[in-house]
């Protein structure tokens, strides 16, 4: 028998940074993906899928050959195909139970902790142990490999690592991928679901490539003009040249970036003030809201409610567009929860993982 879970994420600071080369901040919570497998005497895979009633199976490739792809984010395929290419080696098939309590499509992380899940288990399946598979972060790229890059699709690592290191997590993506686990305590959050179908593709895409469109046409003219350390004046004396979009997007990436090196030095400061901690979220949002422009009525509705009723700040969760916030609410998170559903939304009372 194999046992392994893996948590979903709040993004605390740094939200549509990670594929910028710009650090994040994430948590994980106490929200998770389970997998639980045994050991089959043929070269089957069979993954059941009660949560959502669905089920999906198949069988080992001959000489180590990859799995075709039956569909699209078919990532149960793609994990075995990245670990096969990593060294694995695959010598029975297992039968899988799949289940979790995390929010799905809702900004959470939910597919992205599926991932690593699945990860771990068959690294614990295959027969060939190499020391880099007990690594948490090296886990976490390889599940960013089958979910983002095996599809070509515009998502960063920031969830992967998030849900595979645990914890409250600072990731720089700078130069090269920098993790450092971070010892503060924080106490309870509330998730609201907003239940609004959320267009993660869409977004990513919009605010990603206008982000690096905007860069590409200011290095054109001022080549040492860089996303981590330039300045707002910088973006203004380049305005002329960028479209409304463009400027609003870079802006916000830069405001964004401050604000997490900001709460970066506040989680590693002796004295934590949870209720600075708090604004700097409800900043975020703020920026997430205007510029960025991935939050929505709902959600804006459901956090102006949890913090009237006693959150110390909070913010979107995710891509955006739909899917879940989330608000800090060391104190009175019950009736924090009853203000969330009041507005439509689904509460969940979380802890960090």
């Given at each position: 028998?194999?046992?392994?879970?893996?948590?979903?994420?709040?993004?605390?600071?740094?939200?549509?940074?990670?594929?910028?080369?710009?650090?994040?901040?994430?948590?994980?919570?106490?929200?998770?993906?389970?997998?639980?497998?045994?050991?089959?005497?043929?070269?089957?895979?069979?993954?059941?899928?009660?949560?959502?009633?669905s089920s999906e199976q198949f069988s080992i490739p001959q000489k180590n050959q990859q799995l075709s792809y039956i569909k699209k984010r078919d990532y149960f395929r793609s994990v075995f195909n990245v670990l096969l290419r990593n060294g694995a080696r695959f010598e029975n098939g297992w039968d899988c139970t799949v289940q979790g309590n995390i929010?799905?499509?809702?900004?959470?992380?939910?597919?992205?902790?599926?991932?690593?899940?699945?990860?771990?288990?068959?690294?614990?399946?295959?027969?060939?142990?190499?020391?880099?598979?007990?690594?948490?972060?090296f886990i976490g790229r390889l599940a960013y490999l089958a979910e983002v890059e095996e599809f070509g699709e515009p998502g960063g690592m920031m969830d992967h690592y998030a849900s595979a290191v645990g914890g409250v997590l600072y990731q720089d993506f700078a130069k090269k991928t920098n993790l450092q686990k971070l010892p503060v305590k924080l106490g309870t959050f509330v998730l609201g679901d907003s239940l609004e179908a959320k267009d993660t593709l869409g977004i990513l895409n919009r605010v990603k490539l206008?982000?690096?469109?905007?860069?590409?046409?200011?290095?054109?003219?001022?080549?040492?003009?860089?996303?981590?350390?330039?300045?707002?004046?910088?973006?203004?004396n380049h305005k002329t040249i960028l479209s409304k979009l463009q400027t609003e997007l870079l802006h916000g990436a830069v405001i964004n970036r401050d604000i997490t090196k900001d709460a970066l030095e506040l989680l590693n400061s002796k004295h934590f003030d949870e209720k600075?901690?708090?604004?700097?979220?409800?900043?975020?949002?703020?920026?997430?809201?205007?510029?960025?422009?991935?939050?929505?009525?709902?959600?804006?509705?459901?956090?102006?409610?949890?913090?009237?009723?006693?959150?110390?700040?909070?913010?979107?969760?995710g891509s955006g567009g739909g899917g879940?916030?989330?608000?800090?609410?060391?104190?009175?998170?019950e009736e924090i929860a009853k203000a969330i559903e009041a507005c439509g939304g689904k509460a969940y009372i979380i802890t960090i993982s």
């Amino acid at each position: 028998m194999i046992e392994v879970a893996a948590p979903g994420r709040i993004g605390l600071f740094g939200e549509h940074q990670d594929y910028l080369g710009l650090p994040t901040i994430t948590a994980a919570i106490n929200l998770k993906v389970s997998i639980q497998g045994k050991l089959r005497n043929d070269n089957l895979f069979k993954i059941y899928l009660p949560d959502i009633k669905s089920s999906e199976q198949f069988s080992i490739p001959q000489k180590n050959q990859q799995l075709s792809y039956i569909k699209k984010r078919d990532y149960f395929r793609s994990v075995f195909n990245v670990l096969l290419r990593n060294g694995a080696r695959f010598e029975n098939g297992w039968d899988c139970t799949v289940q979790g309590n995390i929010p799905i499509n809702s900004g959470t992380s939910s597919s992205s902790a599926l991932c690593v899940a699945w990860t771990r288990f068959l690294i614990k399946a295959n027969s060939i142990q190499k020391p880099e598979f007990i690594d948490p972060a090296f886990i976490g790229r390889l599940a960013y490999l089958a979910e983002v890059e095996e599809f070509g699709e515009p998502g960063g690592m920031m969830d992967h690592y998030a849900s595979a290191v645990g914890g409250v997590l600072y990731q720089d993506f700078a130069k090269k991928t920098n993790l450092q686990k971070l010892p503060v305590k924080l106490g309870t959050f509330v998730l609201g679901d907003s239940l609004e179908a959320k267009d993660t593709l869409g977004i990513l895409n919009r605010v990603k490539l206008g982000v690096l469109e905007a860069v590409n046409i200011i290095k054109k003219i001022d080549s040492d003009f860089e996303l981590e350390d330039c300045s707002l004046s910088e973006i203004k004396n380049h305005k002329t040249i960028l479209s409304k979009l463009q400027t609003e997007l870079l802006h916000g990436a830069v405001i964004n970036r401050d604000i997490t090196k900001d709460a970066l030095e506040l989680l590693n400061s002796k004295h934590f003030d949870e209720k600075r901690f708090g604004l700097l979220m409800t900043e975020h949002q703020k920026i997430l809201n205007e510029k960025l422009k991935i939050s929505t009525p709902k959600i804006n509705q459901m956090l102006k409610a949890a913090i009237n009723a006693g959150a110390y700040g909070g913010k979107i969760n995710g891509s955006g567009g739909g899917g879940c916030m989330f608000v800090y609410a060391p104190e009175n998170a019950e009736e924090i929860a009853k203000a969330i559903e009041a507005c439509g939304g689904k509460a969940y009372i979380i802890t960090i993982s």
